[in-house]
């Protein structure tokens, strides 16, 4: 053994010491999980891509090892997050959020399955206190044998929290950024060089499904999807696609993906914005968020945030992160599905107490797992360009790290996306902080002009009322009906003869119902045009319309009028009432 070997050994050898003697205490205190989806249909398909029964038991695996290592007592080193509920799901100490998109939702569901499976197979409890009992004494459980539902706040485009998980959604200035990299010579580059392998794969798997002007680089990463999922699911394709073809394919679809999610230098409206990676921009900020939350309730809530997405937000952290390089290949490639994103909160106390730890006392590791077959597992890896040896880094230097390239609130986001969402009007303005609940503070809310402009229509409303009313009061004004003709007297639809304008009714007299009269010319449709309506119960014109043309003479239920004679009727406690459904 070397000299640096044994003196190595001697300086961990007294450092093991020191923590015995100080009692160094070590807690989990919470994580954050972002998770890809499962295997799901083709984008390019006709149907919406829906999560496949494969996908559903990749992200059940992945959730079944997060509950194995962070939530369930075990004997095999790894350490529990304090104080979470081993068994019983409890939804304050979860946040669980999702896109809207049904495949990223789907995963998920399945996701909590194996987090949180249904009580009685994961530990034969059957009883919660103050929910099961029912008055007679029976306990009741859950269907599923005893199934856990989760609480999973899926967010559409439309909510701003949606840009913590998609930040280039609704993002202008990164789809023109975007646009600019189909204009550089290395794009011009990698399609003059891989057309001859794209134009090979046309005649026996492209074609019908991308047009011929789409077929090359610019659809690498479309084409590599439907490649892929052919590969798993259609037999007939994994004979023909050999395993070279598909590494061709996927090499491209990645060398697009990381031109335009992990480009770093490119810039929008504002030098250094790193508009292209701006899906991780707004990732970084939720997870600040999270950790904060914990750390603010002292760990009473969001011990474990979940989020599911796209590989977006994963491409571009980890190159924000510069956790892209030689010594880490495995962030080259665009992560597998089920692949996570995990970061731990964890404390180190020195001494034998129970207090909540402060910030100095904390550390930040984070890990990557990518995938979830059998040979894969969670890896630590040093953040901001550390040393491979610093994978365990302070909650201070966490958060500086971040604050070098996280979304700051919500305005910063509109106007670095230079965004026409409809949240963002809100913000632009003022400094689009948002307080503890999440709400704009109260010294920020105030009203929009179009708003104003409301209030002030409403407001010279009530004052022409009451204007109107002291004049009736004071100066006599008063207002009467003028009665001309009967509405039964207009003819038309309940008179005897019909309108200059009902060209396509003929009503008979003393008999009920309608008789259509069909026209010579063609009927055209324009887009968008209603045809019939229901308020006028005209079902024969929308039917005719689509070349199912009544028969002369079809009888029609009898219906009571409301006009005519009976307008006058009268109305008492035994009055027949109306039906909910009649209609005038």
């Not at 890896?379 to 880094?393: D, E, K, M, N, R």
């Not at 958060?399 to 910063?412: H, K, M, R, T, W």
């Not at 010294?443 to 402009?453: I, T, W």
Request: hydrophobic share 40%.
């Amino acid at each position: 053994m070397t000299f640096p070997s044994v003196l190595l050994l001697s300086f961990l050898a007294m450092f093991i010491t020191i923590d015995a003697q100080m009692g160094v205490k070590q807690q989990l205190l919470s994580t954050f999980i972002y998770t890809l989806h499962g295997d799901r249909t083709p984008l390019v398909l006709s149907t919406s891509p829906t999560l496949t029964p494969l996908g559903a038991q990749q992200l059940y695996e992945a959730g079944n090892r997060v509950r194995q290592t962070y939530v369930t007592p075990n004997a095999n080193g790894s350490i529990t997050i304090h104080g979470i509920s081993p068994y019983q799901l409890e939804y304050d100490q979860l946040t669980v959020l999702s896109t809207s998109d049904q495949y990223v939702f789907a995963s998920a569901q399945a996701f909590l399955q194996g987090l949180y499976p249904p009580l009685q197979t994961s530990s034969n409890y059957t009883y919660i206190d103050g929910q099961s009992t029912v008055q007679n004494g029976t306990n009741l459980v859950a269907p599923l044998q005893g199934y856990q539902y989760p609480n999973i706040m899926t967010l559409s485009t439309n909510d701003l929290n949606s840009i913590w998980l998609s930040g280039w959604k609704n993002c202008p200035a990164y789809s023109s950024s975007s646009n600019d990299y189909y204009e550089t010579e290395s794009f011009q580059s990698l399609q003059n060089r891989s057309q001859e392998f794209y134009t090979s794969l046309q005649p026996d798997f492209l074609k019908g499904i991308f047009p011929n002007a789409s077929v090359g680089y610019l659809n690498a990463y479309n084409i590599y999807d439907y490649l892929n999922y052919a590969y798993v699911h259609n037999t007939s394709a994994a004979d023909l696609l050999t395993p070279a073809m598909l590494t061709e394919a996927r090499t491209l679809a990645d060398d697009l993906v990381f031109a335009l999610n992990a480009d770093t230098t490119a810039s929008g409206s504002t030098a250094g914005d790193h508009i292209r990676a701006i899906a991780g921009r707004t990732l970084a900020t939720r997870i600040m968020q999270a950790f904060y939350t914990t750390i603010n309730t002292q760990g009473a809530s969001d011990k474990m945030t979940l989020a599911f997405g796209s590989y977006e937000p994963m491409v571009a952290f980890a190159a924000l992160a510069r956790l892209v390089s030689p010594l880490n290949s495995a962030f080259y490639n665009v992560p597998a599905s089920g692949s996570s994103f995990i970061l731990e909160l964890i404390s180190m106390q020195s001494g034998n107490t129970d207090a909540y730890p402060e910030t100095s006392d904390m550390f930040i590791r984070f890990l990557y797992q990518n995938g979830t077959d059998d040979d894969s597992s969670p890896v630590a890896y040093p953040l901001f360009g550390l040393s491979p040896s610093q994978t365990l880094i302070s909650f201070t230097d966490f958060v500086a790290g971040l604050q070098e390239f996280e979304i700051f609130n919500v305005e910063d986001w509109c106007k670095t996306c230079s965004s026409f969402s409809v949240f963002c009007p809100a913000f632009v303005g003022t400094n689009g902080s948002l307080d503890s609940a999440g709400q704009v503070p109260s010294h920020q809310k105030g009203l929009s002009p179009a708003v104003a402009g409301v209030v002030g229509a409403i407001v010279t409303l009530a004052v022409a009322a009451l204007l109107l009313g002291t004049a009736m009061l004071f100066g006599g004004m008063r207002f009467h009906r003028v009665h001309t003709k009967r509405m039964s007297e207009l003819g038309g639809f309940k008179g005897a003869k019909k309108l200059a304008s009902d060209q396509d009714l003929t009503i008979p007299k003393g008999n009920v119902g309608a008789v259509v009269v069909t026209s010579e010319e063609p009927t055209i449709i324009r887009g968008h045009e209603r045809v019939g309506s229901w308020e006028l119960k005209d079902q024969a014109k929308a039917e005719e319309a689509q070349g199912r043309i009544i028969s002369a003479g079809t009888p029609q239920l009898p219906r009571p009028s409301y006009e005519g004679d009976d307008e006058d009727m009268p109305v008492g406690p035994d009055t027949v009432p109306v039906h909910p459904r009649s209609h005038i």
